[in-house]
C-alpha cells in the first residue's frame, strides 16, 4: 500500500476517535461507528479501500462486514452477468 492510495484516511472523521469505535462487537456499537461514517468526508473512498482489499472485520465507509460481503457477492453476480452479456 502505497501513500497515494490511502491519502484520503487523513481526511476521515475516525482520526478523532478511538479505533476500538469502528471495531464494536455489538450492534450498538455498529449503529454508533454508522453514525460517525455519516457525516464522513471519504466514506466513498473509505468503503471501496475496504472491498477491494477484502477487510473482514470493523465498520469501514460506514458498512458492517456482513454488508461488505453482500456488496462483494453483488459485485461478483453483476461481473458475472456482464461476461455471459458479453460472450
Known amino acids: 500500500m ?5 491519502a484520503w484516511m487523513q481526511e476521515g472523521l475516525c ?3 478511538p479505533p476500538a469505535a469502528f471495531f464494536p462487537s455489538d450492534g450498538n456499537g455498529v ?7 455519516a457525516e464522513c468526508p471519504v466514506k466513498a473512498p473509505c468503503l471501496e479501500y475496504a472491498l477491494e482489499n477484502r477487510i473482514e472485520h ?3 465507509g460506514g458498512c458492517s462486514e456482513r454488508e461488505r460481503r453482500r456488496q462483494l457477492k453483488r459485485r461478483r453476480q453483476e461481473a458475472e452477468q456482464r461476461n455471459l452479456v458479453a460472450s
Not at 2 to 6: A, L, Y
Open 31 to 37: 449503529t454508533a461507528a454508522r453514525a460517525i461514517c
Open 58 to 60: 470493523g465498520v469501514w
Open 15 to 17: 482520526r478523532f476517535y
Open 2 to 6: 502505497n501513500e497515494t492510495e490511502v
